[in-house]
């Protein structure tokens, strides 16, 4: 029995952790890991320099499947600290920070797009939901079964995309690194669109380690507005 005790005890530690692990489209689920870019643990990345900051590890290779969506599809992303859904706590509740959401237009297919480069467009921030009670964005999604939700604007050209979606649990991010970035890329396709063509940014590069939002003590003093990392939010 021994030899078991350390492989309990690394266990114990991964279980703070999370991934995304489902899609939904229009409320409807896509089933479990499809389209998504799925890293080879539920460990956060940390470091604001390295390519993991953009899809998670082993997050610039594409996997098979795509997500056909419609043109202002509602989309949802749902976490788990497991490959499953237990009825745990989601994203474990001591994990507490912002959720934001980016998109970034593959030039041809989203399965070779690597995501590297000025292409990350923000759609959806969310920092601090109730500054009386410290609720967070995260607090949220943990009471939601592990979701949150876009819309996609209606003026996103017709193409393939990677859709971004990031949980930064900022209890440790008193100093840096600290803050611990959850990040889930998945794959899709709009079939019609718009012709915008918002600002962008790249992954590494929008963020540094001494940005007021990754670098904070969240618990003193309270944060009424949040800081929220990387560019403002395109709403279409
Ligand atoms: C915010 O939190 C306070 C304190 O817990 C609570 O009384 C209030 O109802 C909350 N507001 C909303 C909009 O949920
Ligand atoms: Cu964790």
């Not at 590069?205 to 009424?224: E, Q, T, V």
Request: charged fraction near 10%.
């Amino acid at each position: 029995m021994r030899t078991f005790l350390p492989l309990l005890a690394a266990a114990g530690v991964a279980h703070a952790h999370f991934t995304m692990q489902y899609i939904w489209v229009n409320g409807v689920d896509q089933g479990k890991n499809v389209g998504i870019r799925v890293p080879p643990n539920n460990n956060p990345v940390e470091d604001v320099s390295s390519p993991n900051i953009a899809c998670n590890v082993n997050g610039a290779t594409g996997v098979a499947q795509t997500i056909s969506v419609p043109s202002g599809a509602e989309i949802s992303f749902e976490w788990h600290q497991h490959d499953q859904r237990t009825g745990e706590d989601p994203i474990s509740g001591g994990h507490k920070g912002p959720v934001q959401v980016y998109i970034a237009k593959a030039p041809s297919t989203a399965q070779s797009f690597s995501g590297s480069g000025s292409v990350w467009t923000k759609i959806y921030q969310a920092g601090i939901t109730n500054a009386s009670s410290q609720q967070w964005a995260s607090d949220v999604v943990n009471a939601n079964g592990g979701k949150h939700s876009v819309r996609l604007p209606t003026s996103l050209p017709a193409g393939e995309y990677l859709l971004r979606a990031e949980m930064i649990a900022l209890h440790t991010a008193s100093s840096y690194p600290g803050a611990q970035f959850y990040i889930g890329c998945a794959q899709i396709k709009i079939a019609s669109g718009g012709s915008a063509d918002p600002a962008k940014v790249s992954l590494p590069g929008a963020y540094s380690g001494s940005d007021p939002g990754i670098k904070i003590n969240i618990y003193y003093p309270a944060i009424s507005n949040y800081p929220a990392p990387g560019p403002a939010v395109w709403s279409g």
